[in-house]
């Protein structure tokens, strides 16, 4: 979720109002000093808000609580396996480990024991996947239909209703003497029916035919004040001798399956259920439909309307009628809707209504049944603490305590941060600061917990707060942020662009972004201060600065009046500098104010999904593909875009088969390179070499930009590599050196250490780190090529740079086990997994255990491990050695 949950309190300190117009009073094309009103309005936005209670699920042990999960699953039955996946969705989602909350989410889906499930995580799976459509027509031009998600035969996947002979039924009459037939008068119409056919609809009938009542000697009975017309009775006469519906309007079926209700009729009222279902077309027709179908507890109805509603997510939840239906439902009537599933359902709605508004009454009014769907201490927990968030944000405070509370109670001890934050509220600082020192005492300590103290003390002891926040978990925004602008306070710029730089290597964060951009408006420096702001706008387009008051799109056309106007040329002059320079989001800038020219506009989102790619933005590098296949100025241009979408989404096969399409059109270079690619990443033997390196020279023969056949050059080189051919690839890097593509350094390098030349290939890497503005990688990979002391060194700069990579702990925990320090070597790998949950990490800590003995250590890593990735064999077979030794 993207929702930013700011503190209230922290609003109090922003300016009343924001004037954009007014930072920029300067003369245009000259970059004139700001009036001292003028700087202290800036001055005035450099604050950072209270970083956010984020409404997740965040146990303090995440790797315990993935292990309890898939112990449970190792043994559960079926019926429980969805509920216990949807839990590490929640671990995952509290992590943000996006692709592990989806592959839980894909499980539960395919582990799902009712159909209740699989239209509810079908459902969540296809919100997730908003590119699924696309994916599938796609796929479909393949010849592949690929509907995964696609609407479920509800009628089908419940079991009909089977008709079991009346028990209990007194009969007094002979059935034999009685008239066969027996008339029912509804408003002066006589419906002639077969007697025992109509008793057979139901056991009140039966009764009332040939029991003991009057009407069982009648050949006349009157049902004119039973609310049934004589056309509907003809049609339930039909159904009682054929079992059958043939073609029925919905008015009449409804009038129907009331009567079938009213008297226990339950063949008719299923076959009712179902015809009604079949009739649904459209959100309209479901919305008619569902509030009858929960009055008259028909299941596939029900739960056909609320399919209706599930796929058309987000935009259902803009519809009041869709909300008022869902959110105001009793247990009986989510039962009759959505089964067993009811919590799954009200996470899904929850999440979604939050998405658009966290502070919406539809939010509450769906999180509200959440809690009332919950049944287990962990759901109790993910559903309180949620509404809790919620109700601080409208500032119902009162009952945000409670819920608070309620799930720290529970055992949920991240939800102190709400007790905190009302505290410091309520005026009980202090009281504040000692619950958090309380809750740090006791446990493990993780970052959060320190970021969150920090709030209640001032002065060296909050910076010295934040710094340990920092070493706890380097992934905290705030930390950087708080320091940062603290730093520019005390006008001192050039450290706190460095401060906030250090999160910014390594996390894309837009309120980092969005902080940078005022210390550059400060500072005059608008060409740098715009470079942010588009790169803001790349990410998120609707992005709303400074509390959601001022659009960036609005800032970025203030700032376009004090910066030069490029060309074309010299865009792509720029374009070149940046990308050669390895700066990610520079290229990012550049690439987005080359999208207002007349340039070719598929080539340069292509481009754009690239950077995006790199700077792990997945999910925005999709929607630029998506946009480059839009804007392809001809159909060999979009094939390649679309082969390039349905390879990074997992379909190889109809990648190549996209890539051949554009090549018999016309022979191009970015045809030959996808290709190319694609046929390198199915598995390089020695058939697949040869053809992968006809294919890259292929492209190099073809017209294309040097940026471009750099790249080319440098998987040739590879490719080379790979063979064995290092004279060759030793050309190919070199060749592509000579066009700034900085990168074949990295190959050149590698192509040295293979001739047994360590110093040179050292040397080549440090000319990579000299010139990439990003160089993490560059650091991490020259540590291969020196001696242990400066390998210690790289890697100590690597974790600096970008904590995120988790070699270098691996090679520090290996370096100590090494040297018999086991405590320091788990400890080293401990301090990595507190804020990355890795398979890699997670499986050498396990042989760690292993080594020293902590079987139960062991087996709990290997199965968090196996959480992480259920298929992984060398997890899998530590996993069976170390299960067969517990006690």
Known sequence: MRTFFPSESSKETHLKSINPQSWLQVERGKLAKFSSESASSI??????????????????????VLAKIHEELESCSPQERSNLYLLQFQVFKGLGEVKL????????????????????????????????????????????????????????????????????????????????????????EKITCDRQKIAGLSAPFH?????????????????????????AMRVINEFSSTGLLNEVSPDLLLEMLVFANKFCCESLKDACD????????????????????????????????????????????????????????????????????????????????????????????????????????????????RLGCAKFLRKELDEAEKLFEAAF???????????????????????????????????????????????????????????????????????????????MRKKNAQAALSEINRIL???????????????????????????DVQAILTLCPDYRAFEGRVAAFQLRTLLREHVENWTEADCWLQLYDRWSSVDDIGSLSVIFQ?????????????????????????DAAMRSLQLARQHASNEHERLVYEGWILYDTGHCEEGLQKAEESISIKRSFEAFFLKAYALADSGLDASCSSTVISLLEDALRCPSDRLRKGQALNNLGSVYVDCGKLDAAADCYINALKIRHTRAHQGLARVHFLRNDKVAAYDEMTKLIEKAKNN???????????????????LEMVTRLDPLRVYPYRYRAAVLMDNHKEKEAIEELSRAIAFKADLHLLHLRAAFHEHIGDVMGALRDCRAALSVDPNHQEMLELHSRVNSQEP
């Open 43 to 64: 001055d005035s936005l450099i604050k950072v808000p209270e970083p956010p209670i984020l409404p997740f699920f965040k146990p303090v042990d995440y790797v315990e």
């Open 207 to 231: 009764t009332m035919l040939n029991g003991c009542f009057t009407e069982s000697l009648c050949e006349e009975i009157d049902l004119s004040e039973n609310n049934i017309s004589p056309l």
């Open 776 to 794: 993490a990688s560059a650091y991490e990979k020259r540590s291969e090529y020196c001696d242990r002391d400066s390998t210690k060194a790289d």
């Open 409 to 487: 109670n529970l055992g949920h001890t991240y939800s102190v941060i709400g007790l905190t934050r009302l505290g410091q509220i309520k005026g009980h600082k202090r009281w504040a600061y000692e619950k958090l020192s309380s809750i740090i005492s006791s446990s493990a300590p993780l970052g959060w917990m320190y970021q969150e103290s920090s709030l209640y003390c001032e002065g060296e002891k909050r910076w010295d707060e934040l710094e340990k926040a920092t070493e706890l978990d380097p992934t905290l925004t705030y930390p950087y942020m708080y320091r940062a602008a603290s730093l």
């Open 101 to 188: 909350m989806r592959r839980s989410l894909r499980s539960a889906w395919s582990k799902a024991s009712t159909v209740y499930e699989k239209l509810v995580f079908g459902a969540w799976l296809k919100y997730e996947k908003q590119v699924e459509e696309l994916i599938s027509d796609l796929l479909s031009t393949c010849g592949k239909c690929a509907k995964e998600f696609g609407a479920i035969d509800i009628a089908s996947e419940m079991p009909a209703y089977k008709k079991l002979s009346p028990q209990g039924v007194v009969v007094t009459t002979n059935e034999d003497s009685l008239p066969r037939t027996v008339s029912f008068t509804i408003c002066d």
């Open 505 to 531: 290597g390594f996390k894309l964060a837009l309120e980092c972004l969005e902080l940078r951009f005022c210390f550059y408006l400060s500072l005059e420096d608008y060409q740098l201060a715009i470079c």
């Open 594 to 618: 080359m999208l207002e020219s007349d340039a070719a506009k598929g080539v340069l989102y292509f481009r754009q999904s690239l950077l995006l790619l790199r700077l792990n933005c997945p």
């Open 274 to 385: 179902r015809k009604l279902a079949s009739l649904i077309s459209c959100r309209q027709d479901a919305l008619e439909l569902l509030e009858c179908a929960l009055e008259e507890n028909s299941p596939v109805l029900a739960a056909s309307c609320l399919q209706v509603f599930l796929r058309e997510l987000p935009d259902s939840l803009k519809d009041s009628q869709v909300v008022e239906l869902l959110s105001n439902t009793t247990r009986q009537q989510r039962s009759i809707m959505i089964g067993p599933a009811s919590f799954s359902l009200y996470c899904l709605l929850s999440e979604v209504s939050m998405n658009l508004d966290p502070r919406s009454d539809e939010s509450v009014r769906f999180l509200r049944t959440l809690v009332d769907s919950a049944e287990t201490s962990q759901q109790k927990i993910v559903a309180c603490h």
